[in-house]
Every structure is written in C-alpha cells, then in structure tokens.
C-alpha cells in the first residue's frame, strides 16, 4: 500500500523570542502537518521516520550551544497528531533534507512551543538528545513540554526551518485510548497455548518474541510493573515495530523478572487483512504504542510511533 509523502517546508529559521504565524488555515495545516499515514480495516498507521539512545527532552541547560543544521533542513514529524493530549506532550522528530531523511544529525536539538497563531513563545529551552534504533535506521529526537490546554501550538527548532511545526492539543475527552494516569485495561492476550483465533500470534521473523507466555490478563494480575506493546513486526510500515522490540527483548533480558513484557500482534491472519482482537480491544487507530504500569496497573507512560529501550527503563524507575 502506498504512503503519501511527509509533507515539510523546507526553509530555515533564526533562533528568536517571537516566531512568524503561518498564514493558511489550521484545518490545512493539522491535515498535512508532516505525518504521513495510511489505513488499514479500522486502523491508521502512521509512519515513523527511523530512531540512538540518548537522553530525554525537557526545559533546562540546553548543554551548549546547538549545532549548525543543513540550510534546506525539516522536520520529520513522528508523533500521532490525533494523540495529544492537555498535561504532558511527547513529540518525536527526525530531520530530513531535500535529499531524503538524514541518517546523521547533531547530538542535541534545542527548541521552543510557540502559540501557533501569535508566534508568541510559551515554553522555552527546550531540549532534545539523539536516540536510535541501530544500525541502519534514522536517528530521532524526543521533546517533551507540558500545555495545560487544548489549541494548536508550534514546536519551532533552532536552526531549523523558519515556520514552526504545528501540533493540535485535544480535550482528554476526545481520546478513547489509555493513557498515563488511568488503569490499563485488561485484556486476554494470544499466547502460545492459547491464541485465541491470532495466527500467528507473533509476526516476528524467524520466530515469535518471548512475550507471549502469559496474557496481559495475568501480567497485570502479577502485582508488577508491566510493559504491553502492540505493534507488528512483519507488517509495520514505519520499520519501527521490529527494532522497538528487539530492543524490548534485550531490555527484558536485562530486568529479568522485575517487570513483565507481553506482546500482542496487530493482524490476526498472516495476510494481515484482518485487525486483531487487542487492536480492537484498546481502540486505536495507530501503531506501534507501549504501555509502562507500575504494580498495580497504573500507566505510567505511554509512548507512541517511536521509542527506544532507555525510555522504557527510565518509565520503571
């Protein structure tokens, strides 16, 4: 299935206190924003533009001055653009080129939130270290600002193009699946004893991942932290799914039984024509998501489209 292209502005900005607004109406601007995606029987995928592990994003020491980008450079946005909420803001980037997505970038990004139609900056200093998912994959950069309201904002890079990237905050009304702060719903996961009609029920190559031994049922039944993940290896799209779960399985190797993994696929037949049950279950419209609880089945992070092993551990910490 073909994938409509990211649509970016390939223009360069100053580092200034007040930002230009866009002219164009926000319904045009949120529609193309920069997330290609593309559908499935009552799924959206979205595509992610590749992933270093480094450190988080937040408001504080920018650690140096930034480094110089590309004049032509934009960014690839990687956040789902119906999925943010008021409170806390993840939004995950990558930069690209006219020449296509960049496989190098500095070690740091810094940056602002600005009001989308005033230009007025409202969160400054922020920050966003290097992360990836190895070789071979495009580095990524994780923000994270907290608006308190729903509107339309714009991240806006140093360095980087002069329009800011808008982003849309929705009322939590209007956001169906689970996110931090509520309970994470249970759900009877395929396992390899019983996979409930999935076949198979782990498209990873050439074998099935390890989380599949008990449902999410009895993980969150466990009294211990819980890692769920919904994403397909095989068919994702993105080329994120794969690599987010062999990180994930290292991880696991590493916490050994500390924290309970379970994986659940997002097709329930090999063609990948039929959505899967947990696909269904926890309402989305988009993958790959993983949810971090604490013992007692809390969510305590909930990262979307793209992530790496450290985000994961620091969300169990």
């Not at 499935?40 to 994003?57: E, K």
């Not at 279950?281 to 909930?302: C, H, K, Q, S, Y």
Request: hydrophobic share 40%; aromatic share 6%.
């Amino acid at each position: 299935m073909s994938q409509p292209a990211i649509r970016c502005t390939p223009t360069r900005s100053n580092s200034v206190r007040h930002v230009t607004p866009r002219s164009h109406s926000r319904r045009d601007l949120l529609r193309t924003a920069g997330v290609a995606a593309f559908a499935l029987p009552t799924a959206v995928l979205i595509t992610a533009c590749g992933g270093d592990s480094g450190g988080d994003s937040s408001s504080g020491d920018s650690g140096g001055d930034a480094v110089a980008l590309p004049d032509d450079v934009v960014l690839a946005t990687r956040w789902v653009p119906t999925e943010l909420a008021p409170g806390s803001q993840r939004l995950p980037v990558s930069l690209a080129t006219a020449a296509g997505l960049m496989s190098e970038g500095p070690a740091r990004l810094t940056g602002k939130v600005v009001d989308y139609d005033t230009g007025e900056v409202l969160v400054d200093g922020l920050f966003a270290d290097r992360r990836t998912l190895g070789e071979g994959t495009t580095p990524f950069y994780v923000f994270r600002t907290a608006l308190t309201s729903p509107g339309v904002y714009g991240l806006a890079v140093d360095g980087g193009p002069s329009e800011p990237t808008a982003f849309q905050v929705r009322a939590a009304d209007e956001l169906p699946v689970a996110r931090a702060g509520e309970s994470l719903p249970a759900f009877d996961t395929p396992t390899v004893d019983d996979p409930r009609g999935v076949d198979p029920i782990c498209s990873r190559e050439p074998e099935p991942c390890p989380f599949h031994s008990i449902t999410l049922t009895e993980a969150l039944a466990s009294g211990k932290p819980v890692v769920y993940m919904v994403g397909t290896p095989a068919h994702c799209q993105t080329g994120v799914c794969g690599p987010v779960l062999e990180q994930m399985i290292a991880l696991a190797d590493e916490l050994g039984d500390s924290a309970v993994f379970v994986h659940a696929d997002v097709y329930a037949d090999d063609a990948a024509t039929v959505v899967a049950p947990a696909v269904e279950a926890a309402m989305l419209t988009f993958e790959p998501v993983v949810w971090i609880t604490d013992g007692t089945g809390t969510i305590v992070e909930r990262l979307d489209a793209v992530w790496d092993a450290n985000e994961i551990r620091e969300a169990l910490s």
